[in-house]
């Protein structure tokens, strides 16, 4: 089986027609590239769209529609500046209903994967750092106690929109990263069995890390707008592949658009060459070995 990662989507709502056009144009011509992939499921890890309004969720729901694409969205800190959780549940974690009723966390088997999907975006705050409260670290851990006793499925990938702290590009420097990741961090180490994944987005630079001691592997993401990329994840019975994949731009109108909207995010959105967030090779493949 297949699955794609997109990291920080960053749909912004526009006043200026011109903007909005390319805006959707880019965003559905992403959309159809990354259908035409054919992956059995699709996550956006957060700050899928920029203030996490109706409109603008609604908008990037009519361009997955118009693609065919049927898109997993995880919260991140932009997605979660408006709107209560309750409120942005029915645009979240894919149609499936939430393992609280005051966060957007859940979990589910596909194939040889258990997906476990985090919640790590405070509500309506200032704070853009990320925080698992103590009620998800409860539910993390007895995710990681029956996936540990259990004897399937064979692989847990774990997602969160914000980092572990110390693990990938930036995931050290204030706010970019998961304030309570010593809390998170304890709960991971009690995997016994097989590796595990930890994939996360909100630094914008595609990087890896790991495995750790514990045999976890930190798999960041790059914003598409900012990387030109995003994550694909093949599955089989020698274990798990990761590749960035590149976004085509070689349609100049498609270029034109895509420029056009990530330069409309501004200056600090933009503020490091291309080159240095795309990353190197090491960022961009890595191959994790079934064990038993
Ligand atoms: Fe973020």
């Not at 956006?44 to 409109?55: F, L, P, W, Y």
């Not at 349609?251 to 056009?260: E, G, I, L, T």
């Amino acid at each position: 089986m297949r699955f794609i990662i997109l990291g920080d989507l960053h749909y912004a709502a526009s006043a200026d027609p011109v903007v909005a056009a390319s805006r959707d144009h880019f965003f559905e011509g992403l959309f159809r590239q990354v259908a035409a992939q054919r992956a059995d499921l699709v996550f956006a890890i957060g700050d899928t769209t920029q203030r996490g309004t109706v409109e603008e969720l609604s908008a990037q729901t009519a361009l997955l529609q118009r693609a065919g694409l049927d898109l997993i969205r995880l919260t991140g800190n932009h997605d979660s500046d408006s709107l209560a959780k309750a409120e942005l549940a029915s645009f979240f974690l894919g149609g499936r209903d939430s393992a609280s009723p005051d966060e957007l966390y859940t979990s589910f088997d596909a194939g040889p994967v258990r997906f476990v999907l985090l919640d790590t975006a405070r509500s309506r705050s200032t704070n853009w750092s990320g925080f698992v409260s103590d009620e998800q670290l409860a539910w993390l851990d007895n995710q990681i106690a029956r996936y540990n006793q259990a004897g399937a499925p064979r692989h847990i990938v774990v997602m969160g929109h914000h980092p572990i702290m110390n693990t990938t590009r930036r995931s050290d420097e204030r706010w970019f990263n998961i304030e309570n990741s010593p809390a998170v961090e304890a709960v991971l180490t009690r995997l016994t069995r097989g590796a595990g994944i930890y994939a996360c987005g909100h630094n914008h630079i595609n990087s890896l890390a790991g495995p750790d001691a514990q045999g976890w592997y930190y798999i960041q993401v790059g914003a598409p707008l900012v990387c030109r990329s995003y994550g694909l994840f093949m599955v089989d019975e020698a274990g798990i592949r990761f590749e960035k994949v590149d976004i085509d731009l070689t349609d100049p109108r498609f270029r034109a658009d895509y420029d056009v909207t990530r330069l409309s995010q501004g200056a600090d959105f933009n503020e490091f060459p291309f080159e240095h967030m795309y990353g190197a090779e090491s960022d961009h493949r890595l191959r994790i070995p079934a064990t038993l």
